[in-house]
C-alpha cells in the first residue's frame, strides 16, 4: 500500500528557493567577474611586459650606436681584445664572436629582475644569451620571435612545453636584427580558479546563513495575512488577490458541504419518520388482528359475530398488504439502478380509463361521479408506475370529495417553454385531476408529498389510506423526467396535474 509523503514546509520551500537563487546568481557573477579580472591583470601584463622590453631595447640600440666605430677605421681596426686591466663578467667568459659583448650584457641584468627571464636570440634563432643559461634550442620557430622579425615586436602569452606551465612572452627586434626576448611565469587559469576556492567557500557558508534568515522572514511576511482568514467566511478575509481562487473553491466547498450535512440530516429525519410511521401503521392493524383472534378463541362465541371480527380481520390484513406494498414500491424507486429499467410505449389516455376503472367501486362508495376526457397520447414509460400514479392522484381525489362530488380527469399534450431565453418550446403529456372536495391549504400543498402526509389528520382514518400515496406518485413522476403540481384553495377543490415527458 503506497504511503502518503509528508508535507512539504513552507520554511523550507521558500529557504531552497532563495539559496538556490542566491548561489546562481553568485557563481555566475563571480564567475564573471573573476575572469574578467584574470584576463585584464593579463592584458596589463602583457603591455607592462612590452613596456620593459621595448624600454631595454631602446637602451640596447642606444649603447650599441655610441659604442660603433666610424666606418672608415672599420676594415682596418682589429678586435678588441680586454685589457689587463678589464674586469670580464663571468657571463662573458666564453662568449664567442657572435656573442654580445660584456658592457650589452651587464646593460641587459641592470633592466630586469629576477621574476623576468631574457633571452637574446639571432636572426637565425640562435640563442645568443639566456638568463637561464638555455642556449641549445633553435628559437627561430618560436611563435613570439617569428612575429617580433616580421612586424618588429609581439607580445603573448602560451603554455611552455619546455618548462610546462604558462608564461608570458615580450619580445622586440633589436637595431642589430637579433631579438630579445623577455618571458614571465603567469598563473594559469586552473591555478586561479583554486585559488578562488576558500573565498567561495566562505561565501557560500554566509549566503546559506543569510538565506535561512531571509527565508523565515519572508514566510511570516508571506503567512501573516494568511493567518487571520476565517474559515467560515473565507472571502470575506483581507489577504492575496492570488488567493481568491482557492479561498473561492474553500468557499463553495464549506457550502456544499453544508448543503450535504443538511440533505443527510434531513433524509436520517425522513428515515426516522418513516420508520416511525411504518411501524405505527403496522402496529394498529396487528393489534386489532390480534385482538379479534383472541375473542374468536373465546368459547361460544356467537356466529354473527365470528364472521363480523373476521371480515374485521380481513379488511387490517388488507391494509397492511396495501402498506407494505407501497412502501415496496417507494423502495424501489429509490434505487438508482432502476433508472430505465421496464419503459416501454405506453398509450396514456387507455391506460388512465382502466385505472379509473378500477376505483369506480370506491367513488361508489362515497357517491363521487369520475369522468374521464382526453385524446390518444404516446409516451415511453414504466406501464405499472404509471398506473399507481393515475391511482393514487385520482384515489385521493376520490377520497377527499364530498359525497355527491364530481372528478374530472383530462389526459392531453401541450406545448411549454424550456428557456425563456432561447424561446425554444418542447411538447408534454399531462394527466389533469380536478375535483371539488374539501381542498388543500397552502402550508399543506408543501407538505403533502411527503411520506406518511395527511392534509386532514381528523378524517384520515375515515377515509383510509396509507399516506403514501402521493409520495409514491411524485417518485413515479421523478422517475419518468416529469412533475406534479397542485392548484387549491380550502373549500374549492383541487387540481392535480402530472407532467410527463412525450416519446
Do not use: C, W
Not at 602583457?46 to 642606444?62: D, F, G, K, P, R
Not at 387507455?350 to 357517491?367: C, D, M, Q, V
Not at 406501464?383 to 374530472?408: D, K
Not at 383510509?464 to 412533475?483: E, V, Y
Amino acid at each position: 500500500m503506497a504511503h502518503a509523503s509528508a508535507p512539504r514546509k513552507l520554511s523550507t520551500t521558500i529557504f531552497g528557493t532563495i539559496l538556490a537563487y542566491s548561489l546562481v546568481i553568485m557563481v555566475f557573477f563571480g564567475g564573471v567577474f573573476a575572469f574578467v579580472f584574470y584576463f585584464s591583470s593579463e592584458h596589463a601584463a602583457e603591455e607592462h611586459l612590452e613596456m620593459i622590453a621595448e624600454n631595454a631595447a631602446s637602451t640596447l640600440n642606444a649603447a650599441g650606436a655610441s659604442a660603433a666605430p666610424p666606418a672608415s677605421s672599420t676594415s682596418t681596426t682589429a678586435t678588441a681584445q680586454p685589457s689587463a686591466s678589464t674586469t670580464v663578467s663571468p657571463d662573458a667568459q666564453d662568449l664567442t664572436p657572435t656573442d654580445p659583448d660584456t658592457d650589452a650584457l651587464a646593460l641587459l641584468r641592470s633592466q630586469f629582475n629576477e621574476g623576468i627571464r631574457y633571452t637574446l636570440i639571432d636572426a637565425d634563432g640562435t640563442v645568443l644569451y639566456d638568463s637561464q643559461g638555455d642556449l641549445d634550442e633553435d628559437h627561430s620557430t618560436r611563435p613570439e620571435v617569428i612575429e617580433a622579425a616580421q612586424t618588429g615586436k609581439s607580445a603573448l602569452a602560451r603554455y611552455s612545453d619546455t618548462l610546462g606551465q604558462d608564461l608570458l612572452y615580450a619580445a622586440i627586434e633589436l637595431d642589430s636584427g637579433s631579438i630579445l626576448r623577455l618571458s614571465e611565469q603567469r598563473e594559469s587559469v586552473l591555478s586561479f580558479a583554486e585559488s578562488l576556492a576558500f573565498p567561495l567557500v566562505v561565501a557560500l557558508l554566509i549566503t546559506t546563513a543569510l538565506s535561512s534568515v531571509v527565508s523565515r522572514l519572508i514566510m511570516r511576511h508571506l503567512v501573516a495575512p494568511l493567518e487571520h482568514v476565517d474559515i467560515t467566511a473565507p472571502l470575506d478575509a483581507d489577504t492575496y488577490e492570488e488567493m481568491r481562487p482557492f479561498l473561492a473553491r474553500i468557499d463553495a466547498q464549506r457550502s456544499q458541504l453544508k448543503a450535504q450535512n443538511q440533505e443527510l440530516a434531513r433524509a436520517e429525519n425522513l428515515r426516522r419518520e418513516f420508520s416511525a410511521n411504518v411501524s405505527h401503521e403496522l402496529k394498529t392493524p396487528l393489534q386489532v388482528i390480534s385482538g379479534y383472534a383472541e375473542l374468536l378463541e373465546t368459547p361460544g362465541i356467537p356466529a354473527a359475530d365470528a364472521q363480523r371480527f373476521a371480515h374485521v380481520m380481513g379488511e387490517e390484513a388488507t391494509h397492511m398488504r396495501e402498506l407494505i406494498d407501497d412502501v415496496l414500491t417507494l423502495s424501489r424507486l429509490d434505487d438508482p439502478v432502476l433508472e430505465n429499467a421496464g419503459k416501454e410505449p405506453v398509450e396514456l389516455f387507455a391506460l388512465t380509463k382502466a385505472a379509473t376503472e378500477a376505483l369506480l367501486p370506491l367513488a361508489e362508495k362515497n357517491e363521487v361521479i369520475v369522468r374521464v376526457l382526453g385524446s390518444t397520447t404516446e409516451i415511453v414509460g414504466n406501464p405499472a408506475l404509471l398506473t399507481q400514479i393515475v391511482r393514487n392522484v385520482i384515489g385521493n381525489a376520490i377520497a377527499y370529495s364530498n359525497r355527491g362530488g364530481e372528478v374530472t380527469v383530462l389526459v392531453g399534450k401541450t406545448l411549454v417553454a424550456e428557456g425563456l431565453n432561447e424561446g425554444l418550446s418542447a411538447a408534454e403529456a399531462y394527466i389533469r385531476v380536478k375535483d371539488n372536495g374539501i381542498g388543500i391549504t397552502a402550508e399543506d400543498q408543501e407538505k403533502i408529498f411527503e411520506r406518511f402526509y395527511r392534509a386532514d389528520k381528523s378524517r384520515s382514518k375515515e377515509r383510509g389510506g396509507t399516506g403514501l400515496g402521493l409520495a409514491i406518485a411524485k417518485h413515479a413522476a421523478d422517475f419518468h423526467g416529469g412533475t406534479i403540481t397542485v392548484e387549491s384553495q380550502p373549500g374549492k377543490g383541487a387540481t392535480f396535474t402530472v407532467h410527463l415527458p412525450l416519446a
